[in-house]
């Protein structure tokens, strides 16, 4: 650590920690879990959790009418959401895959079947499933919510892109609602200059998932004094 100075005034600068090696017991942990499962893709467990869940039931079209078999649909939505979920893009996901389905057909999709309410209601339906399967004496009763924001960077040309002061850059905010057990109840899009203290308690009110906060936990960028609340009814939705 040393003294330096920028934009003319004193400035605490700290030399960066090089890498640690990685623990003997966190080696030997992934070693197990290769062995025993081997590598998993991410679309397989997409695939898996709609097999089990059957959250693509929430996603309706907002054209007047369907034509697409639902199964054939259900493939699509799948290669949909993965797409954007991975961030890969439709393109890329329609000409790496042999699944069959052009990019035009895809983004057809994207168009009339994924939008805000269906999305919401796919991750609640996934979000109750998790909380009734998984064992409460392992798991917990999930009554704590801890919430804070992400930047991502993203282009000038959209319109909730905004230069942020702190992280220096051009971008937008998520912010999110996570149960003590990693479980995120709610998200939100954000532009860098919200109000993060808006952005909690819309999440604590609005989750819509079974889910009872009776604690919440931000940082000071979300709060501006600790406060706790108590939600009488596990989702409040407007």
């Known amino acids: 650590m040393e003294i330096v100075r920028k934009h003319g005034e004193p400035w605490i600068k700290v030399s960066p920690l090089g890498k640690q090696e990685e623990p003997e017991n966190l080696a030997a942990l992934k070693a197990e879990i290769e062995r025993r499962w081997g590598t998993i893709d991410l679309i397989d467990i997409l695939k898996e959790a709609e097999f089990a869940v059957g959250f693509n039931s929430e996603f309706t079209s907002v054209a007047s009418r369907e034509a697409v078999p639902r199964e054939v649909l259900r493939r699509r939505l799948l290669l949909v959401l993965f797409a954007l979920g991975t961030n890969m893009g439709i ?6 895959g042999k699944h069959g389905e052009s990019e035009a057909v895809l983004r057809r999709v994207r168009h009339l079947f994924v939008n805000r309410t269906n999305m919401r209601g796919a991750l609640v339906k996934l979000v109750n499933t998790t909380f009734a399967a998984r064992d409460a004496q392992c798991w917990g009763e999930g009554t704590a919510c801890a919430s804070d924001s992400k930047k991502f960077g993203s282009w000038s040309s959209n319109f909730m892109t905004e230069w942020h002061q702190r992280y220096r850059g051009p971008g937008v905010m998520i912010y999110w ?3 003590r057990k990693s479980v995120c109840i709610y998200s939100q899009l954000k532009n860098c200059s919200a109000s993060e203290v808006a952005a909690m308690i819309e999440g604590v009110l609005r989750h819509c998932t079974e889910m009872v906060v009776d604690r919440q936990y931000t940082d000071t960028h979300g709060a501006s004094i600790m406060w706790t609340v ?7 939705c407007p």
Do not use: C, I, W
């Open 177 to 179: 609602h996570v149960e």
């Open 91 to 96: 393109k890329r996901v329609a000409v790496t």
């Open 230 to 236: 108590q939600v009488d009814h596990p989702s409040v």
